[in-house]
């Protein structure tokens, strides 16, 4: 029989946010933990969603590498001053 171990995890949220996750808790019925857990569990599954990142290709670590040399000695226009 398999039995079902639970851990503790504490975590600090700001005033502002705990003020908020307390009023959106209790209009839904939920306790704290319950409303973290459940915070938790749609966290996973929006990350399992979601496309695995790609690796970067040589050529493109190569021209970021170019780009960063470029903007380190001012050679760039600003998106500003293509729009005007």
Request: no cysteine; proline share 5%; net charge neutral.
């Amino acid at each position: 029989m398999r039995t079902h171990t639970k851990k503790i995890v504490a975590t600090s949220l700001p005033q502002e946010e705990l003020v908020e996750l307390d009023r959106v808790r209790q209009r839904q019925g939920l306790s704290r933990s319950e409303a973290v857990r459940d915070a938790i569990r749609w966290y996973i599954g929006a990350i399992g969603r979601l496309p695995a990142p790609e690796e970067m290709l040589p050529e493109e670590a190569e021209a970021i590498r170019r780009g960063k040399e470029q903007i380190a000695r001012g050679e760039y226009v600003r998106l500003e001053d293509l729009l005007n």
